[in-house]
């Protein structure tokens, strides 16, 4: 009689076991990770949010009050955050569409805090989707 129990006890252990694993492969099923694709970039939007982003650091706003727009732009560029003052820019060319972003070449004459003036060629990934994105590459 004590056999039969255990042989019960652990059928239903087995059963409970083999339901717990298909509702686990189940919800790991839903949990694969899934390729993502972010939009193209509009180049005439991100050209055109480049423009206002150094027309604003131009006339002396701050990179938080662009995100206080309609619709908001996120900025970041360091020598903006420092302190620099932009003197005159030009955009070189009309950039490259790469993805979610214009790949943008900008010469920029800046200001230092000390009143140093500083001209260099710096490059800027600009997006568009799902937010309007301006920033300076680091790297280039």
């Known amino acids: 009689m004590f056999g039969c129990d ?3 006890l652990a059928g239903s252990i087995v059963w409970c076991l083999r339901v717990v694993c ?3 492969g ?9 390729t ?3 939009a193209p970039v509009d180049a005439e939007i991100a050209r055109d949010t480049l423009t ?3 027309d604003a650091w131009r006339s002396g706003q701050s990179i938080e009050s662009l995100r206080g727009e309609s619709p908001a732009v996120v900025v970041q560029d360091f020598d903006w955050m420092r302190g620099d ?4 820019y030009q955009i ?3 950039g490259q569409e790469a993805n979610a972003n ?3 070449k900008v010469r920029l004459v800046l200001q230092r805090p000390d009143h140093e003036v500083q001209e260099q060629t710096v490059t800027y990934l600009v997006g568009t989707a799902p937010t309007l994105t301006v920033f300076r590459d680091i790297f280039h």
């Open 85 to 88: 003052k932009l003197v005159e």
């Open 22 to 24: 298909l509702a686990g």
């Open 36 to 38: 993502y694709q972010s």
């Open 6 to 8: 255990l042989t019960r």
């Open 92 to 94: 070189l060319g009309p």
């Open 26 to 34: 189940l919800a790991m099923a839903g949990c694969a990770p899934q």
């Open 52 to 54: 206002h982003v150094l």
């Open 102 to 104: 214009l790949i943008a």
